[in-house]
C-alpha cells in the first residue's frame, strides 16, 4: 500500500489552481509525531507533502520516523526551501525529492504566483544533488499555461540528469476551488502525445513507463474513463494535516477514520472502511494524478512489476519509437468525444500579490465545506 500524509495546509507558493495558501492550517493542530509512529511499517512508497512540508520545523524528525516504515520515503515541495532539505537528504541519500515545476521562469512563476520560483528550484535540486541525493526531480502539472513548454522543459531536466513527473489539472476538496479545467482540452492533449515520444526514446525504463502514465493523462484532460480502475482504499490512503484519514485526495465524503482517535488497525477494520472502499468501486471521478495511477498501473503480484496491459502498450510503441515509426494515438483514444465544460472561468493568477488576507481554518469536524461535490470530467 502506497500512503500521502498532507503535513500541512501552510504554503508560500500562491498557485493559480491551488487555494491551499489561502486556507493555511493551525501548526498547533497538524498531524504529530506521535499520530505517525502509530504507523505500521511495509508500505511501499510513503510522500510527505502539503501544502509546503518544509514549513513544518519539525520535518526532519517526521523523516526520522518515516522513512523506516517504507520502502520509498518521498518529500512532495515547492522547492522554495531546499536547504532544509539538505540534511535529511545527508543522512538519507535515497529519499525521494520532487521540487513542483510548471514551466521555465516567467511560465512558473505566473501560474505559481512565486518570485524567482523557476531559480530557486533548479538550484536547490543540484544542491541536494551535491549533497548526495539520488532520487531527485520535478513535478509538472500540465495545463494550457505551460503545455507550450513541457517538452523543452522534459529536455532540459533530463539534461541536468533529473527526473520528470507530470499530472494535470484537477479538482480535489482541500484546494478551496472548483475550477481546475483546461480551456481547451484537444489542443493541450494532442501537445501531451510528443511529451509521450519523447519518453519513449530514452533509454530509461522509469521514462517508459511514465510514458504510459501520460497516455492516462491524455485520456483525463479529454474528459474520459480512467485507463485502469482504481484500486483507493485497496493500495492507497491519504492523512491530512488533522489526523483524518481519507481513501482518496478528491472526494470528501470518504473518511473513515482519524488516528488520533483510533488506531491504524482499527480503521482499516472498521466497517465504514468496507463500505466506502465499496463506494470507490462505483466511482465516476476519472482522477490520474502520479500519486494514485502509479499505483494502479503496478502489478498484483510485485510492486515493482506492472500489469500485463501497461507492459504490452509500452513494449509496442518503444519498438515502433525506435524503428522511426510514428505512434498513432488515436489507434487508443477516441479524439471525437471530447467532454463539454459549462461556465469555464479563467483561474486567477497571484503573482506577487502582497497583503492578502489568510484565514485559519477552525478545528471542527468539516475542514472542507465549499463544494459538496468535485467534478473532475
Not at 485502469?228 to 472526494?251: E, H, M, Q
Request: include cysteine.
Amino acid at each position: 500500500m502506497d500512503l500521502t500524509i498532507i503535513s500541512t495546509y501552510r504554503c508560500d507558493s500562491r498557485c493559480s489552481m491551488c487555494h491551499i495558501w489561502m486556507h493555511p492550517t493551525d501548526p498547533r493542530e497538524e498531524v504529530s509525531t506521535l499520530v505517525l509512529e502509530k504507523l505500521p511499517s511495509g508500505f511501499d512508497n510513503l510522500n510527505i507533502t502539503g501544502g509546503e512540508p518544509t514549513l513544518r520545523k519539525d520535518l526532519a524528525e517526521l523523516c526520522d520516523i518515516l522513512y523506516p516504515k517504507a520502502r520509498i520515503l518521498e518529500i512532495s515541495s515547492n522547492g522554495l526551501h531546499a536547504e532544509r532539505i539538505i540534511p535529511i537528504i545527508k543522512k538519507y541519500p535515497n529519499v525521494k525529492v520532487r521540487f513542483s515545476l510548471e514551466g521555465f521562469e516567467k511560465t512558473n512563476n505566473k501560474i505559481r504566483g512565486e518570485d524567482d520560483g523557476f531559480n530557486k528550484k533548479v538550484q536547490g535540486l543540484k544542491m541536494l544533488q551535491e549533497a548526495g541525493g539520488t532520487d531527485l526531480g520535478f513535478g509538472a502539472v500540465i495545463q494550457d499555461d505551460n503545455v507550450d513548454e513541457l517538452v523543452e522543459l522534459y529536455r532540459f531536466v533530463m539534461l541536468n540528469k533529473f527526473e520528470f513527473a507530470t499530472s494535470a489539472l484537477h479538482n480535489a476538496f482541500q484546494f478551496h476551488k472548483g475550477d481546475n479545467f483546461p480551456y481547451n482540452r484537444e489542443v493541450v492533449a494532442r501537445k501531451v502525445e510528443k511529451i509521450i515520444t519523447e519518453m519513449l526514446k530514452t533509454n530509461n525504463i522509469k521514462n517508459w513507463f511514465r510514458a504510459y502514465l501520460n497516455l492516462g493523462l491524455i485520456e483525463k484532460i479529454l474528459g474520459h474513463d480512467r485507463l485502469i480502475k482504481c484500486t483507493a482504499g485497496d493500495d492507497f490512503l491519504f492523512i491530512d494535516p488533522w489526523s483524518d484519514v481519507y481513501l482518496c485526495n478528491v472526494r470528501n465524503d470518504l473518511l473513515v477514520g482519524n488516528l488520533k482517535r483510533n488506531s491504524w488497525q482499527e480503521v482499516k477494520s472498521s466497517k465504514l472502511y468496507k463500505e466506502k472502499v465499496g463506494e470507490v468501486h462505483s466511482c465516476s471521478q476519472n482522477c490520474w494524478m502520479v500519486t494514485t495511477a502509479r499505483t494502479a498501473m503496478r502489478s498484483k503480484i510485485h510492486p515493482s512489476l506492472p500489469k500485463f496491459q501497461v507492459l504490452k502498450w509500452v513494449l509496442r510503441n518503444k519498438l515502433k519509437v525506435n524503428f522511426g515509426r510514428e505512434i498513432c494515438f488515436d489507434d487508443y483514444i477516441n479524439f471525437n468525444k471530447i467532454h463539454k465544460d459549462q461556465n469555464v472561468n479563467i483561474r486567477e493568477s497571484f503573482l506577487l500579490q502582497k497583503g492578502v488576507k489568510r484565514v485559519i481554518t477552525k478545528a471542527d469536524q468539516k475542514h472542507y465545506t465549499q463544494f459538496d461535490k468535485y467534478d473532475n470530467r
